[in-house]
């Protein structure tokens, strides 16, 4: 039974750029979770999907959108990347969105702007 | 305002020594508390959760941890460490709508 998996490992961008990550869930979960993590810090809730709509959402400003298609997968996307933006992206899903289910997270997507 | 503290940054224990990690929380309803461990580079790995019931709940790895209401607290507890749990260690808050809040964590170093 595969994880929670995401693509892209690591990534490059340059300051101004916009940005794609993505994310599977855990085979039978159909709620994903984004979180960014800054170096030295605890993750930050970015927002969640469910049944394809963003359900919560934390603060964290416009330029960061996402998406959930039919097959519950995530896509998470950085418009007008700045320095600060710099951090592991960690998705995680979850069963049925609505109270605190258990996350199970992917190793994460590591993302350097310069 | 939802907010997780873990006070100690850092903590060094011996291999074979007892271990507590601190985590306190502040959120106006029941809340949903959670320990995650983090190895370099990796994701987070669920030790355990408190949903309700029994404030003393036991987690993989001979990890447990107790729930207490009057001192807003959920500390982390194993009675004796071993060389592979160097790690991070963080304590999160789920609310009812599914946002989860987050402690700054806790890096553990086992002496040997």
């Known amino acids: 039974d595969a994880g929670v998996t995401q693509s892209p490992t690591h990534l490059i961008k340059t300051r101004g750029q916009q940005v794609t990550l993505r994310c599977s869930p855990k085979?039978?979960?159909?709620?994903v979770s984004w979180y960014q993590q800054a170096l030295g810090q605890g993750p930050q809730f970015i927002f969640q999907?469910?049944?394809?709509?963003?359900?919560q959402r934390g603060n964290f400003p416009d330029r960061f959108s996402g998406h959930q298609f039919p097959n519950y997968s995530s896509e998470l996307n950085v418009n007008a990347l700045l320095l600060g933006d710099s951090a592991l992206y960690l998705c995680?899903?979850?069963?049925?969105?609505?109270?605190?289910?258990?996350?199970?997270f992917g190793p994460g997507t590591r993302l350097t702007v310069t | 305002a939802q907010s997780v503290t873990q006070p100690d940054i850092h903590i060094t224990v011996s291999e074979g020594a007892s271990l507590e990690l601190r985590c306190n929380y502040s959120?106006?309803?029941?809340?949903?508390l959670f320990w995650y461990v983090q190895s370099p580079g990796q994701g987070l790995q669920l030790l355990l959760k408190?949903?309700?019931?029994?404030?003393l709940v036991q987690g993989i790895k001979g990890f447990e941890a107790e729930f207490k209401r009057s001192q807003s607290s959920f500390n982390l507890r194993k009675p004796s460490v071993h060389w592979s749990d160097a790690a991070e260690y963080f304590c999160?808050?789920?609310?009812?709508?599914?946002?989860?809040?987050f402690g700054s964590g806790t890096k553990l170093n086992v002496k040997p």
């Open positions: 995680a899903s979850s069963f049925r969105a609505g109270g605190p289910r258990e996350q199970y």
């Open positions: 085979s039978g979960h159909d709620t």
């Open positions: 999907y469910y049944e394809e709509e963003e359900r």
């Open positions: 959120y106006g309803a029941t809340p949903y």
């Open positions: 408190y949903f309700s019931g029994d404030t």
């Open positions: 999160a808050v789920g609310t009812q709508g599914g946002k989860f809040y």
